[in-house]
Structures are given as structure tokens and as C-alpha cells.
């Protein structure tokens, strides 16, 4: 699948954005789905994984009570709804699909395949 991320912005600390990575192709439905970001000078990190049926979702701690991850396969559209912005959330987000082979919906960059090229959120304190 290819990928197109979406909805990055410069906010102020508290405020909310929704993340939007379409994708194209029919096999959408047959994958998990991730967020990662990246930080200037920072590693990417795992963010948030959906299964690709939507029933089963999974955060980073840093982003748990905050962050909600969805999916509408019907229009082949992961999102990510960020609440309660902080500054250290300031990074690239990138969306990213692994073909699901099983249960397991993975939470490592290395397990997917396929990369949106990633939407920049900047939140200022």
C-alpha cells in the first residue's frame, strides 16, 4: 500500500490535532496500522498500532490517555487524534502499514513495510 499522511500544524500546549494517513490499494483492510515519530536528533519511536480489523489498539506510555488511534477501512483511512498536545510531542509523525499474518500487531518500525512520508507537528509551550 502507498501511503499519505496529513494534519501535522504548529499548536500551543493543550490543544488537540487529528493525524490522517490514506492509503491507497484494496488490500488496506489486511493491515495493521502504526504511528511513529521522530524528534530532531532523536531515534523514531513507536507511537501507536491499530489491528487491522480495528479491534485492538496500542499506545507508547508517553502518549496513553491522550492519544487515540482509528481506522475506517471503508475509506481506507487510519487516524490519530491527539488531545492534550505537549512539547514534547513535537516531532514528525509517520504512518506505516505491516501485512497482518496473524494476532500479533507488531510495535517495531522494522516489522512494517509500508511508510507515509511524514507530517511535521510542532506544539509550543
Known amino acids: 500500500v502507498q501511503l499519505q499522511a496529513s494534519g501535522g500544524g504548529s499548536v500551543q500546549a493543550g490543544d488537540s490535532l487529528r493525524l490522517s494517513c490514506a492509503a491507497s490499494g484494496r488490500t488496506f483492510s489486511s493491515h495493521n496500522m502504526g504511528w511513529f515519530r521522530q524528534a530532531p536528533g532523536k531515534a523514531r519511536e513507536f507511537v501507536s498500532a491499530?489491528?487491522?480489523?480495528?479491534?485492538?489498539?496500542y499506545y507508547a506510555d508517553s502518549v496513553k490517555g491522550r492519544f487515540t488511534i482509528s481506522r475506517d477501512n471503508a475509506k481506507n483511512t487510519v487516524y490519530l487524534l491527539m488531545n492534550s498536545l505537549k512539547p514534547e510531542d513535537t516531532a514528525v509523525y509517520h504512518c506505516?502499514?505491516?501485512?497482518?499474518?496473524?494476532?500479533?500487531?507488531?510495535?517495531?518500525?522494522?516489522?512494517?513495510?509500508?511508510w507515509g512520508q511524514g507530517t511535521l507537528v510542532t506544539v509550543s509551550s
Open positions: 491499530i489491528s487491522w480489523t480495528g479491534g485492538r489498539t
Open positions: 506505516a502499514a505491516n501485512r497482518a499474518t496473524g494476532l500479533l500487531v507488531p510495535q517495531e518500525d522494522t516489522e512494517y513495510r509500508s
